[in-house]
């Protein structure tokens, strides 16, 4: 704006009871004013706690996360896309847009709850959210809006085009050419977060737990997905309920009609 006032001479602003105007040289702005108008409610797009998928990324999968993410494929496409794919488990797949070679990134320290969804993201967008400390990610029902969260800070994400979304065994379709063969073991890499062992053999899963480098998982992931749970028992409770309620009825229906042909006093052939 302030090279445009210099090479017309000035920007003059005025404002009416319906317009606001903005001149600069042989040019002139009318925007409309309107009184009522109010900035969208942003809090109203943030998926809630209890709504959509929740993801709570584990220290160490975090980390390894942000030091993958540059490497994998499509870091040169549009939007620089990585796939999200959050299914009992947290997957991570890049896809370049030329080769059609794809390297998934397991995190397999990182709780999920909620309903399985697939989503695409910006990578830059996610290595924001990582570096300001993020760990706990939350996808909007339907996909479209994804939430990053992390002490006081909160970061949405549009999700991108479905059409970039990886999903297992993709394959890859080119502009004007046969698309190529779905992904194999030699062009689908997987990386498996590990931790180091030093040369020895893991140790259980109760002791891995129980050790002091293990970081605790997300309280409220976890609490969300006992809701989860919960709900769908009480769900399947209900349903139970419902259908003993209804047999019952019909049982005291059948009983009435029973007892009501028996005061005909029937006799074979059905005469009184």
Do not use: I, Y
């Not at 549009?78 to 990134?105: A, H, M, N």
């Not at 400390?133 to 996909?143: A, D, E, F, I, M």
């Not at 399947?236 to 003993?244: N, S, Y």
């Amino acid at each position: 704006m302030r090279e445009f006032a210099a090479a017309t001479g000035g920007v003059t602003v005025g404002r009416t009871a319906a317009a606001l105007w903005v001149a600069a040289g042989p040019w002139a702005v009318v925007l409309p004013v309107d009184p009522h108008g109010r900035f969208p409610d942003v809090t109203a797009v943030v998926p809630r706690v209890g709504s959509g998928t929740v993801v709570g990324l584990d220290a160490g999968d975090a980390a390894a996360l942000r030091d993958a993410l540059p490497d994998l494929p499509g870091a040169a496409d549009d939007d620089r896309p990585v796939t999200l794919d959050l299914d009992g488990r947290v997957v991570v797949r890049g896809r370049d847009g030329d080769t059609g070679v794809t390297k998934t990134l397991r995190l397999t320290r990182s709780p999920v709850a909620g309903l399985p969804v697939r989503v695409a993201v910006d990578r830059t967008t996610l290595l924001r959210a990582l570096a300001l400390g993020c760990h706990t990610v939350r996808v909007g029902p339907g996909g479209k809006v994804v939430a990053a969260e992390g002490g006081d800070t909160t970061l949405l994400v549009a999700a991108l085009d479905p059409d970039v979304v990886v999903a297992p065994g993709d394959s890859l379709t080119h502009s004007g050419a046969a698309a190529t063969p779905p992904a194999t073991a030699s062009n689908e890499r997987r990386m498996a977060v590990r931790h180091e062992t030093n040369g020895h053999p893991p140790p259980p899963a109760d002791r891995a737990d129980a050790g002091g480098g293990a970081e605790p998982p997300d309280p409220l992931v976890e609490a969300e997905a006992l809701r989860a749970a919960l709900g769908e028992v009480f769900g399947r409770a209900g349903r139970l309920v419902a259908a003993l309620k209804q047999a019952r009825g019909e049982k005291k229906v059948l009983a009435r009609v029973w007892a009501g042909l028996k005061q005909l006093n029937l006799h074979p052939g059905g005469a009184p």
